[in-house]
């Protein structure tokens, strides 16, 4: 079965703090992909990343970096210097090779960043 | 970037009515769209896998009778709501999974649905 796990329900920081989102999954593919996704208030999901299971490099975008780690199966995200924008609910998602593109979610994590 | 449109946007409906979801891809073909369901403050949940030309591949506990899908396109994929109740009421997704080599999958900006 594939799973998962975003423990942290909310968040809150002060503008200009860095904060990790963290992400655990379970999943019995050896091959699969990973994703994180924004969703602001107005509900529209923003694709942040995919990253696929055979590629550990860590990967940098800007104020945002994502640490995929197979030996923990976890993979956080971080947003360095937060802004007031990146208020948000953050969503992982799994999906196996052979499941047909469906995405498994995690629970998500609201951050919010106050000014 | 690949662009899905979903309409409506929002949709107020009474009890008993049914309410028809379009989802397009609008500059690719969709191999694939899945309609997921969010309630407020929750996640989102795959409800159903839809693919041109077949029926669709609902989710356990999702009953097929009341969100009837049909995918009579390759850019265009809807979901009815039957017999709508207030318990219906929630945010609906679409995505699209991208006809091409790779991975990729689109969302739709969603649509609100409230039955009253």
């Known amino acids: 079965a594939q799973k998962v796990t975003q423990a942290q329900t909310e968040i809150s920081v002060v503008e200009k703090e860095d904060v990790t989102l963290d992400c655990v999954y379970e999943?019995?593919?050896?091959?699969?992909?990973l994703f994180w996704y924004k969703q602001p208030p107005s509900g529209e999901l923003v694709f942040l990343i995919r990253r696929n299971s055979f590629d550990e490099q860590n990967e940098i975008s800007g104020r945002y970096s994502w640490n995929f780690q197979k030996s923990t199966s976890s993979f956080n995200f971080t947003i360095t210097a937060s802004q007031v924008v990146d208020s948000a609910v953050y969503f992982c998602?799994?999906?196996?090779?052979?499941?047909?593109?469906?995405?498994?979610f995690g629970q998500g994590t609201e951050l919010s960043v106050k000014p | 970037g690949a662009v899905v449109s979903q309409h409506p946007s929002w949709v107020i409906c009474k009890s008993g009515t049914s309410v028809k979801i379009e989802c397009r891809s609008l500059?690719?073909?969709?191999?694939?769209m899945f309609w997921y369901r969010q309630f407020p403050k929750q996640s989102l949940m795959l409800m159903a896998t839809?693919?041109?030309?077949?029926?669709?591949?609902?989710e356990q506990g999702v009953e097929k009778d009341k969100f009837l899908i049909n995918h009579a396109s390759l850019t265009l994929s809807t979901l009815t709501v039957t017999s709508a109740h207030p318990e219906d009421s929630s945010f609906y997704i679409c995505?699209?999974?991208?006809?091409?080599?790779?991975?990729?999958?689109?969302f739709g900006p969603g649509t609100r649905l409230t039955v009253t």
């Open positions: 998602a799994l999906s196996g090779y052979n499941q047909g593109g469906k995405l498994i």
């Open positions: 999943t019995r593919d050896t091959t699969y992909y």
């Open positions: 500059d690719f073909q969709a191999t694939t």
């Open positions: 839809s693919n041109e030309g077949s029926k669709a591949t609902y």
């Open positions: 995505s699209a999974h991208l006809r091409r080599g790779g991975y990729e999958q689109y």
